[in-house]
């Protein structure tokens, strides 16, 4: 079966780092898209990231770009969202999803073209 675990959330400090990991199964990262979001209290649920391992295309919202790294080691079966710089707007549960179609996505992330989702990672940035 399709499954997605998130691991690394935790509490730090305004300009710290973390490093989200993302362990799948059930699929390979080769033919499916792995999406990172993230939804804050009150919010709704947003696209943070993208990775297509197929062609090598990410997606970065633009609230991330030039903190935020994401990467897969397909061996391991794993995507991983690098956070540095974090600030207190990034405080929010981290999601990972899988993209519903082989060799397919579309930039920014939409959460109704992803259908399996991991349980989420709280990520908690103190000012």
């Known amino acids: 079966q399709v499954q997605l675990v998130e691991s690394g959330g935790g509490l730090v400090q305004s300009g710290g780092s973390l490093n989200l990991s993302c362990a799948t199964s059930?699929?390979?990262?080769?033919?499916?898209?792995i999406g990172w979001f993230r939804q804050a209290p009150g919010k709704e649920r947003e696209g943070v990231s993208c990775?297509?391992?197929?062609?090598?295309?990410?997606y970065y919202a633009d609230s991330v770009k030039g903190r935020f790294t994401i990467s897969t080691n397909n061996a391991k079966n794993t995507v991983y969202l690098q956070m540095n710089s974090l600030k207190p707007e990034d405080t929010a549960v981290y999601y990972c999803?899988?993209?519903?179609?082989?060799?397919?996505?579309?930039?920014?992330?939409?959460?109704?073209?992803?259908?399996?989702w991991g349980q989420g990672t709280q990520v908690t940035v103190s000012s």
């Open positions: 999803a899988k993209h519903r179609s082989p060799n397919y996505y579309s930039n920014p992330p939409s959460i109704d073209e992803y259908n399996y």
């Open positions: 059930g699929f390979t990262l080769d033919y499916y898209a």
């Open positions: 990775i297509s391992s197929g062609d090598g295309g990410t």
